[in-house]
């Protein structure tokens, strides 16, 4: 199975079933980040810090990297920003374009892997805006070594992730209001699902997800030549049982060393 081309059909599918991170934001939102007043997230429920961001966003090229859906693209492109977003379905890509003409914003959209971006210059983007999306890879490490490649010298790189130890349990279970450990880190459901259970997540629209250790996540940055100045921590908003115990969701700043 390649894991890419499946997840993209499972997020072309999301896009029309309308699943939360598949919705486009409000005319009221592009208004308000023309004026000035913008946020975005790149986990679930806490906005990345304003500061986290140059004092202004004008003509400053940002990538959002595996980011399509017409969420934070249009945003800090309504912020004055030159903004590419890159993305494996076409139909979340569909999102922003509907919103850059919906606002007449300038946005420039891209299909592509977020492990090769070979079609990118190198150093040609002050920004990366990277939000929880490094679960659908098998492999994180080619994901910040790319980043590093188009980013600037002393460009920042925002990420959204995963913590690993949501994907120890058994999600059945904790529906029940259970948390049992049954999975090992890194996880991957490529080595437990058999050929009639993943059939099975095909005809749910589930993607497939990988637990990365933090030491890929974060030491991953480090060895691609970042340094993490930033850093907090979120979770579901309390609509699962785990968010009664520690959140798990992680954001970094980093920025890529110079010389």
Same mark, same amino acid.
């Given at each position: ?17 309308? =699943?939360?991170?598949?919705? &486009? /934001?409000?005319? !009221?939102?592009?208004?308000?980040? $023309?004026? %000035?007043?913008?946020? *975005? ?95 659908? =890879?098998?492999?994180?490490? &080619? /994901?910040?070594? !790319?980043?590093?490649?188009?980013? $600037?010298? %002393?460009?920042?790189? *925002? ?101």
């Amino acid at each position: 199975m390649k894991t890419n081309e499946y997840n993209s059909q499972i997020w072309d599918q999301k896009v029309e079933d309308q =699943v939360v991170y598949t919705k &486009p /934001v409000s005319e !009221e939102m592009i208004k308000e980040s $023309k004026a %000035g007043n913008w946020r *975005i997230t790149v986990t679930t429920e806490k906005a990345v810090p304003s500061h986290w961001f140059p004092a202004n966003l004008k003509g400053l090229r940002i990538l959002c990297l595996a980011s399509g859906g017409g969420q934070q693209g249009p945003i800090l492109a309504a912020a004055g920003a030159e903004v590419t977003v890159v993305d494996l379905s076409e139909k979340q890509l569909e999102q922003d374009r509907f919103v850059a003409e919906r606002d007449n914003l300038q946005l420039a959209v891209a299909k592509g892997d977020m492990t090769d971006l070979s079609f990118l210059e190198n150093e040609s983007f002050d920004v990366i805006v990277h939000p929880v999306s490094n679960v659908f =890879v098998e492999n994180v490490l &080619p /994901v910040w070594k !790319e980043a590093a490649r188009v980013l $600037k010298e %002393g460009g920042t790189l *925002i990420s959204g992730f995963t913590n690993p130890l949501l994907y120890l349990f058994d999600d059945e279970q904790e529906d029940k209001g259970i948390l049992d450990v049954k999975n090992r880190i890194p996880y991957s459901p490529l080595e437990l699902l058999t050929k009639d259970e993943l059939q099975k997540y095909k005809e749910s629209n589930l993607a497939l997800e990988f637990g990365h250790t933090l030491e890929d996540q974060i030491q991953g940055q480090i060895d691609a030549g970042f340094v993490i100045n930033g850093f907090y921590e979120d979770d579901f908003g309390g609509n699962r049982l785990i968010d009664q115990y520690i959140k798990t969701f992680i954001a970094t700043k980093a920025i890529k060393k110079e010389g």
